[in-house]
Every structure is written in C-alpha cells, then in structure tokens.
C-alpha cells in the first residue's frame, strides 16, 4: 500500500498535465466566448469532484451513525439496495425531463447503492468518521475552486461576477455553506461526541440539498445547461478535454483524500497513546 | 412510567409556565425585533409599492434572528443542576422531550410573529393584494420549519464550545431553503404577482422531512459522548 501512493502521485502528475494540454491547445475555441470559456474544464470538474466528495461524506456519515447497532445497520442496508433498484425501475417507468436518459439515471442509482456497500466493506464504522471527515475538507476546497472559477469566467461572458437570482449558483453557495458549518462544528465540539453530532449535521445537511436543487427547476435559471442530464449540448473534443480532465481531478482528489486520511488515522493514534501515558503518569503519581 | 405523550405534555407544560413567570426570551426576542422593525424602517423608508417587495424579506429575517434567541435559551435553561443529565438517565422517551422544546419554541415564536405583525404592517404600510388567508398557513409552516431544525440544532451547539454563536452558523445554512421558500411565498402573497403554491407545497415537504429526520436522529444526539 506504502509503494502505491507515490506510483499513484506520479500517475496523477501526468494525467494532470496531459489534462492541461487537452484543455488549452486540444480542445477547440468556442465560437461566442472565446478562450475564457476554457475555465470551463476545471470548474466542470471541480463541481462533480465536489458533489461525488459530499456524497461520500453522506454516505459515510450514514454509515457512522447507522453500524453502530446491527439492527439499523440491517435496516440501512435494505434501504440502500431498495433505492438503487427503485431508482433503476422508476428511471425506466417514470418521464423524465428532457435530455436525461433512462439509462444514465438508472446505472446512477445503481452506482450509489454500489458505493454504499463498497464503503461498507472497505471502512469500519470508527474509520468512516475519519472518511467523513476527510471527504469534507477536500469537497469544500473544490467546491471553493467551483465558486472562484465561476464569477471569472462569469464577469466576461454575463456582464456581471454574480447571479444572485441564479439558484444553481446559489446551491452550489449553500452546499459549500453547509459543509463549512460541517467543519466548524467539528472543530468547535468536545472530541469524544464530534463524530455523532457530525454525522448527524452531515445528514441533515445532504437532505437539504433536494431541497434547494428542487428550486433549480422552478426557477428561471441563467446558469448555462448542465453537461450531462440537461438539453445542452457540447462538441465532442471539448467533451474528451472535460471527461479527461475530470478523470485527472478525480485522481488528483482521491490522492489528497487518501494523504490527508493517513494522516488523520496517526495523528487519532499519538492522541490515543498519549492519553494512555498521561492515564499512566497519574496513577503512578497517586501511588 | 406515563405514556409519551404526558411526558411532552408535562415538559411543554413546564417550560410554558417558567417563561410565563420569567419571560426571558419573549422579552429579549420582542425587544429585538422591535429595534429590527425601527432599525430597517429607518434604513428604507420605502414607498407602500416598494415596501410590498421587500417586507416579506424583512418580515423573515427579523423573526429568524430573534427566534434564536428563544432557541438558544432551550436548552440553556437545562444545564443548570444537571436537568438534562436527568433526562439522558430518565426511561423517557427522547422524542417525546425533543417535541415538547419544539412545540415549546413553536409557541414562543408565535407569539412573538402575533405581537410584531401589526407593528409591521404600521410601519411599512402593508396591505395584502394576494389571498391573505395564505399568509397565516406560510406563517405555520415556516415558523415550524425554523423552530424544528433550530431545536435539533440548539441541543448540538450545546454540546460546543462558543455556543451561543454555534446555533446560527449550524441552523442558517440548513434553513436557506425554508427561508428562500418563507420569503417567496410571502412576497408572492403581498405583491399578488404569481402563485405562492409551489413554495407552499415546498415548506410542507420540508416540514415533514426534517421533522421526521430530527426525531429520528435526535436521541443519537441527546445521548452522544
């Protein structure tokens, strides 16, 4: 394991810069836009990096708090196998809107119930808090990413840094707010009872998010289509720069998450051996 | 061991009766927005048109500001001689004590939204063009929306360090959406400009997921250590 982190380091300096070349000289210019819109490969990226983060925070945090009885354990599991193959049916049964396609929404549902039990294979239920905790930092910094990108590209292209009307760039505001309030509420809590009150905030805090992409639809929206699932359309090179450089970002965050996991894992393990030595110290002065 | 609903029944009862004879929060909360009111009136000084498309903010922001403070008092209130020690030993449900507070917090922020609505209306000459009636289930909705999640989240920021400041960091970012929805509907209400529904049938699902949501993890919470 200690041999594939620096391989992997190496691996995702070179799909990074391959990214890079794709996305300034490869990929053509766009007709009305110009070269600005070319920020478009990294905030692209960073956003569905950031979403996939958050939605491992949740399931981790899910986890935390369901495995520590079997009973809710049993029942959780139930539950994610029933939405993934509710969402798999439902996406062949129920109209969608347009531009979303069955079979993209179904393998979706599918995956996520997949990463649930790969998660619940890979992690015990103490090591999920640390996963958690992990997967928050690194999405609120490319969520940070997605956030700054956005006005830069914006000021040129809309006139304006900021749609305050807009509700995707509002969500995608709320998101990173509810995942800050995440953090600071780990740091500010006693150590012993941070992991539940997190994961319980952490729980809440993904429910709110159908809540404020449901406004997405109702309002008129002055965010460009979504990519993927949406009516806009895309030439198929910018595409290949955007999967690409996706695929590098993706690397890039699972290599952070993984140091920073390690990390948190030693720096948990010296808190526990020096509160054993200093357990020790003061029986022996009571002696 | 009473059923569940006496022991909500004898908590709300209780915490009514110490504020009826303290009346902390509803004073402090009263007070406070009472100096928003003036405060942004001064500020505005919007004409009866303007004033409709900006009250419902105003109105929402005001009530939410002050309704932490009756939030944070929840659980305050407890920690003195180890009430809530009590409580975690005690074969009582957690849920029936989590919908008491809420109910609790629900009618002190009624109350507060009774008395300070007139003075709204004085001060920045309201009149509803829209159906009125509306007003009053957006009023229901939202005020449960913020006191449900401010409950859940006032017995977690009890647990922190600087808990006073904790409560509005955890509860704003969750509420954003109650909120959006509170303020839309109540401008769409007041200016008559398009239907409230959609933001109604939003506050509902919203009550009813986090109302369901809270419950089911509040013992989690109330016992964690």
């Known amino acids: ?287 | 061991m009473s059923a569940p609903s006496g022991i909500t029944r004898a908590t709300l009862l209780k915490d009514l009766r110490l504020e009826w004879r303290s009346k902390d929060a509803i004073n402090s909360m009263l007070f406070f927005s009472l100096l928003v009111v003036v405060v942004f009136s001064f500020s505005f000084d919007p004409v009866a048109e303007e004033s409709r498309h900006i009250a419902g903010g105003l109105i929402w922001v005001a009530f939410l500001f002050a309704s932490v403070v009756a939030l944070n008092q929840t659980w305050a209130r407890e920690l003195r001689n180890q009430v809530l020690d009590a409580y975690r030993v005690s074969p009582a449900p957690a849920n029936s004590l989590f919908l008491a507070k809420a109910i609790g917090n629900f009618i002190f922020v009624s109350v507060l939204e009774v008395l300070m609505t007139p003075l709204f209306i004085a001060f920045y000459r309201l009149r509803a063009l829209g159906p009125a009636w509306q007003l009053l289930v957006v009023a229901v909705l939202g005020t449960w929306a913020l006191v449900v999640n401010g409950t859940f989240f006032a017995a977690m920021s009890i647990r922190t360090r600087s808990r006073e400041i904790m409560l509005p960091l955890l509860l704003f970012p969750i509420s954003i959406p109650a909120i959006l929805a509170m303020v839309q509907a109540t401008t769409a209400i007041l200016t008559d400009e398009n239907s409230a529904r959609f933001w109604i049938v939003l506050l509902v699902t919203y009550d009813l997921v986090f109302t369901t949501s809270c419950l089911l993890l509040f013992e989690t919470v109330l016992n964690a250590e």
Not at chain 1, 138 to 159: E, K
Not at chain 1, 185 to 191: D, N, P, Q
Not at chain 1, 218 to 239: A, E, K, L, N, Y
């Open chain 1, 1 to 287: 394991m200690k041999r594939a982190f620096p391989i992997l380091g190496v691996l995702t300096a070179i799909l990074l810069t391959y990214a890079l070349y794709q996305a300034l000289v490869v990929a053509p210019t766009e007709q009305t836009m110009g070269d600005v819109q070319r920020i478009f490969y990294y905030h692209v990226p960073s956003a569905w990096t950031a979403f996939f983060l958050f939605f491992i925070n949740f399931v981790a945090s899910i986890q935390y708090l369901a495995r520590a009885n079997p009973k809710t354990d049993r029942i959780a599991s139930y539950i994610a196998v029933g939405i993934g193959v509710v969402v798999f049916a439902a996406a062949f049964f129920i109209p969608l809107p347009e531009g979303m396609r069955a079979s993209a929404v179904g393998t979706t549902g599918l995956l996520a119930a997949g990463l649930y039990f790969l998660v619940r294979s890979l992690f015990s239920q103490t090591d999920t808090d640390v996963l958690a905790l992990v997967t928050a930092e690194v999405g609120v910094a490319f969520c940070l990413i997605v956030l700054v990108t956005g006005p830069i590209w914006a000021r040129p292209v809309w006139g304006i840094w900021w749609a305050p009307g807009d509700i995707r760039l509002t969500s995608t505001l709320v998101l990173w707010l509810i995942y800050v309030s995440y953090l600071v509420l780990r740091r500010f809590s006693a150590s012993g009872q941070t992991p539940v009150l997190a994961a319980a905030l952490a729980v809440l805090g993904a429910l709110c998010v159908p809540f404020v992409y449901l406004s997405i639809w109702f309002f008129r929206t002055q965010h460009p289509q979504p990519v993927m699932g949406g009516s806009g359309s895309i030439d198929p090179r910018m595409m290949h720069a955007l999967l690409i450089n996706w695929m590098a970002f993706m690397c890039f965050a699972f290599l952070v998450c993984w140091s920073r996991y390690r990390l948190e894992k030693m720096q948990r393990e010296v808190d526990e051996v020096q509160a054993l030595e200093s357990l020790k110290d003061v029986s022996r002065s009571a002696r």
